[in-house]
């Protein structure tokens, strides 16, 4: 069955640094996401990508925050100077939305960034 | 402001009981709504979705009623199995943009313990 891939899965980096998670989605899906999730929390949105731009953001999705879609496979998370805060565990998604978007979100398993 | 209230008190019952989840929305008008099981340090995983137009969904043991008059769902598990044991997230889809994106946005999920 085709699935979501997350690398890496567990970051663990210095405050200030460069951090790219990055995520296959779904070969023939169309919209994909980034979500976190701070330990004890729950899964918020961060931003959605459709047709090789973002199409929405969340208040959490600041100038820190990038998404790219490099090639035809791969979608990255870029924080460019991570903070204590971003901490959390970091979930791509991919929905098909062929015809009526669902929004059925097919989840990887998510990468664990540390942020000391 | 727009929130997604689930009882965030765990819900303990006996192995062949039935499940129920409670799930509350204000300020949204959702396109569908959705369950996702999360397990501790996984993604979330898609479970069932309901259109608003739609009372009630089944899918084997799960049943899920969809009011958008008094803007609740409720999530049953019959038949309760303790590798039901998990979290369950709701979630409410909305279609924004001409472009048919929108976004997932999550209750803070209820965690169900089934005992033997």
């Known amino acids: 069955e085709p699935e979501v891939t997350q690398t890496p899965s567990h970051q663990v980096t210095q405050m200030g640094q460069e951090v790219i998670l990055r995520c296959v989605p779904i070969?023939?899906?169309?919209?994909f996401y980034w979500y976190r999730q701070i330990l004890g929390q729950k899964v918020e949105f961060l931003v959605s990508?459709?047709?090789?731009?973002?199409?929405?953001k969340s208040e959490i999705f600041d100038d820190q925050f990038s998404v790219e879609r490099p090639d035809g496979s791969n979608f990255t998370l870029k924080i460019r100077s991570t903070k204590l805060e971003d901490s959390a565990m970091y979930f791509c998604?991919?929905?098909?939305?062929?015809?009526?978007?669902?929004?059925?979100?097919?989840f990887g398993e998510g990468s664990r960034l540390t942020v000391l | 402001s727009q929130k997604i209230e689930q009882n965030s008190e765990a819900l303990n019952i006996q192995e062949g009981k039935t499940a129920t989840l409670t799930c509350n929305y204000t300020?949204?008008?959702?396109?569908?709504l959705q369950w996702y099981r999360q397990d501790p340090g996984r993604g979330p995983v898609f479970l069932l979705l309901?259109?608003?137009?739609?009372k009630e969904k089944r899918k084997e043991r799960l049943k899920v009623t969809f009011d958008t008059t008094l803007k609740q769902s409720l999530f049953h598990i019959t038949a309760s199995q303790p590798a039901d044991s998990a979290t369950y997230l709701c979630?409410?889809?909305?279609?924004?943009?001409?472009?048919?994106?929108?976004?997932?946005?999550f209750g803070q999920g209820t965690t169900l313990q089934v005992k033997p």
């Open positions: 998604a991919s929905s098909e939305g062929q015809g009526s978007n669902t929004g059925e979100l097919f």
């Open positions: 070969s023939n899906h169309l919209y």
């Open positions: 990508f459709y047709n090789n731009e973002i199409s929405e």
């Open positions: 300020n949204y008008s959702p396109a569908y």
């Open positions: 309901i259109r608003e137009n739609e």
């Open positions: 979630a409410l889809f909305h279609i924004s943009g001409s472009s048919n994106t929108g976004k997932l946005i």
